[in-house]
Nanobody, 114 residues
Framework: QVQLVESGGGLVQPGGSLRLSCAVS????????MAWYRQAPGKQRELVAAITNGGSTNYADSVKGRFTISRDNAKNTVYLQMNSLKSEDTAVYYCRFTDSRDYWGQGTQVTVSS
């Protein structure tokens, strides 16, 4: 069955960087729009960034200029480079795409704290 596996989360100090990866198996992602979402404690899940199959990207206003989404179709993987991290970026980050249904990964925890 299709699996999305996020990795790369962890604890980082404010101003630091992390690179998240989302490896997808059992389906070729090249034709799909891929997206990263996040959910902080007590808050709704929100869209962070998305990338179309053609490479067009869009970002939440809160991360513009700091985060970069990219994809490597040969590796069937999507990335989220996160720079200048802030405490408000603390959340569980999820990868998602939609085919006949929504596919989500299990999430990876990002904690920004000194």
């Amino acid at each position: 069955q299709v699996q999305l596996v996020e990795s790369g989360g962890g604890l980082v100090q404010p101003g630091g960087s992390l690179r998240l990866s989302c490896a997808v198996s059992k389906i070729i992602i090249s034709i799909y729009r891929m997206a990263w979402y996040r959910q902080a404690p007590g808050k709704q899940r929100e869209l962070v960034a998305a990338i179309t199959n053609g490479g067009s990207t869009n970002y939440a206003d809160s991360v513009k200029g700091r985060f970069t989404i990219s994809r490597d179709n040969a590796k069937n993987t999507v990335y989220l480079q996160m720079n200048s991290l802030k405490s408000e970026d603390t959340a569980v980050y999820y990868c998602r795409f939609t085919d006949s249904r929504d596919y989500w990964g299990q999430g990876t925890q990002v904690t920004v704290s000194s």
